[in-house]
């Protein structure tokens, strides 16, 4: 696993391909309803889905695990909102501990 400092220059780029519409894919990412539906991994609890679509705007996501009492949370910024083509954002765990679920 690698590790980066905080406010270091490392840009991860995920691209896949789905099955749904541009529109349905996009509002699966920001959309805090749908996002809630699916965000947390296997066994886990979507808690938090916060979403402030603009750039600039920043989103908070969270999920639990069944066996513990705390959130893991998720937080970062928009820095391309481009509907329904294209979203681009930082990603960091929030806290200092930068607690992960696993």
Same mark, same amino acid.
């Given at each position: ?6 406010? !270091? ?5 995920? !691209? ?7 529109e ?8 805090? !309803? ?15 889905? +916060? ?35 294209r979203?681009?954002?930082?990603w960091?765990? +929030?806290g ?7």
């Amino acid at each position: 696993m690698a590790t980066t400092k905080a406010g !270091s220059d490392t840009v991860l780029v995920l !691209s896949r391909t789905f099955t749904g519409s541009r529109e349905k894919v996009f509002r699966a990412w920001t959309d805090p !309803s749908v996002l809630k539906q699916w965000w947390a991994g296997p066994g886990f609890t979507a808690t938090i889905a +916060e979403v402030d679509l603009r750039v600039g705007g920043r989103y908070r996501l969270g999920m639990r695990a069944p066996d513990k009492d705390v959130d893991y949370v998720v937080i970062g910024t928009y820095r391309k909102v481009q509907q329904p083509a294209r979203l681009v954002y930082t990603w960091t765990w +929030e806290g200092s501990g930068h607690r992960r679920p696993w």
